[in-house]
């Protein structure tokens, strides 16, 4: 019963359908940025290494390196900020969370394509 | 005024206008009954007498059982009066329902519950003292209120400390009201007020929920 109520009202919080995506997934997130009056989309794009969490607590985390240095940015899913996620390339992930690419440097972050149908060729 | 009895259902998050992730309490409130009508010349004050959650009538004592009766309902765990000024006559009947819909048009409210009691707790707990340092030759007393009074700061004004002294003793389990607090929205289907921020008390206790002043 408690659940029940407390995911009723949360629920009017959650998107209706969510983008499809994988754990290694490559991704470009669109973000909305407010800055000032101005609202623009930014693009983050990275390795999703985890996702975790249930309803309006889902997030998950995009990994890239960017000047030599590894840079994650964790997403609630649901947020109203999170415009779309797509998926450009698939890559094969054996476990549910890529922690260990933080430990990797250059070529070795990559891990190896894998053909799937949801992702979208840049 | 709103005014409607609930119970503290548990707390969620959910995402404002702005895309922000707001902490949110929610509580399942009314529908209540108008058990009593108090009056200046019965009772010496006005106000309404509600009552919420049912219960068996046979858990309750055959007086209680016949207040209810008067109002056609069942007797109810949780009752409270909503007083009013002694001018105006409150618009209510023996048996009206009052239903969050009462609240559709209401932004702020102010929660009245219970806090969790914390059983007896230290001067650091229940008072924010900062205690004694880890080291640095402290010993035996990390967590001590330290002195309590002196000849001089009592001025020898007596024995023993001065009243009110903040000491260790019993915390929590009072009656605490949640002012100004946001009404973020109303379900009047399943009877849900949801609160932005902390409501007193644990999941599952009774609130009163009134329009803030």
Known sequence: MKTELLEAVAGKSLKKDIPYFEIGDTVDVHCRIQEGNKVRTQIFSGTVISRKGRGINEMFTVRRIVNNEGVERIFPIHSPNVLDVVATRSGKARRAKLYFLRDRSGKATRLPQRHSKHTIAR | ?213
């Open chain 2, 1 to 213: 005024m709103a005014m409607l009895l609930g119970k503290k259902v548990g707390m969620t998050r959910v995402y404002d206008e702005a895309g922000k992730l707001v902490p949110a309490t929610v509580v399942q409130a009314g529908p209540c009954v108008v058990t009593q009508i108090k009056s200046i010349e019965s009772d010496g004050y006005n106000a309404v007498q509600i009552g919420f959650d049912d219960m068996k009538p046979s858990r309750r004592k055959k007086p209680m059982i016949g207040h209810s009766h008067k109002a056609s309902t069942v007797p109810k765990r949780f009752v409270r009066e909503i007083r009013f000024p002694d001018k105006s006559v409150p618009e209510a009947n023996l048996g009206d329902s009052m239903t969050v819909a009462d609240f559709s048009d209401i932004q702020r409210v102010d929660v009245v519950g219970t806090s969790k009691g914390k059983g007896f707790a230290g001067v650091m707990k229940r008072h924010g003292f900062g205690g004694f340092p880890a080291s640095h030759g402290c010993e035996r007393k990390h967590r001590a209120p330290g002195s309590i009074a002196s000849h001089c700061s009592n001025a020898g004004t007596g024995p023993g400390p001065k009243k009110g002294k903040r000491m260790a003793g019993h915390m929590g389990a009072v009656r605490v009201t949640s002012k100004n607090l946001a009404l973020l929205s109303v379900d009047p289907e399943r009877n849900l007020l949801v609160v932005k921020g902390v409501v007193p008390g644990a999941a599952g206790s009774y609130c009163v929920v009134k329009s803030a002043k």
